[in-house]
């Protein structure tokens, strides 16, 4: 059983910066590929990102490439979402996941808010 949370998100100004954390317990963390996912009010929940278990290899939508950055600290059993020139579309609540061999998502993290003023 794998234990996920998330914290950083908040509320920031269009522009502007968070960085999302994602702590892991249970299991072998660098084993497990990580994403990031969003769900915005009244929107099914969206992909925005993954990892490697070794972190060598990312890959993002295409509505954040260039913007957020996603990396992981397996010593630390963390992953990393960098947020800059925040949009408000980008408003929504964020969760990380363990991704399985298939890259589907497995476990959850309860989520953390993110709210972008304009």
């Known amino acids: 059983q794998v234990q996920l949370v998330e914290s950083g998100g908040g509320l920031v100004q269009a522009g502007g910066s968070l960085r999302l954390s994602c702590a892991a317990s249970?299991?072998?963390?660098?084993?497990?590929?990580m994403g990031w996912f969003r769900q915005a009010p009244g929107k099914e929940r969206e992909f925005v990102a993954r990892i490697s278990g070794g972190g060598l290899s990312t890959y993002y939508a295409d509505s954040v490439k260039g913007r957020f950055t996603f990396s992981r600290d397996n010593a630390k059993n963390t992953v990393y979402l960098q947020m800059n020139s925040l949009k408000p579309e980008d408003t929504a609540v964020y969760y990380c996941?363990?991704?399985?061999?298939?890259?589907?998502?497995?476990?959850w993290g309860q989520g953390t808010q993110v709210i972008v003023s304009s």
């Open positions: 249970g299991g072998t963390f660098s084993s497990y590929a």
């Open positions: 996941a363990t991704l399985t061999a298939w890259g589907s998502p497995d476990y």
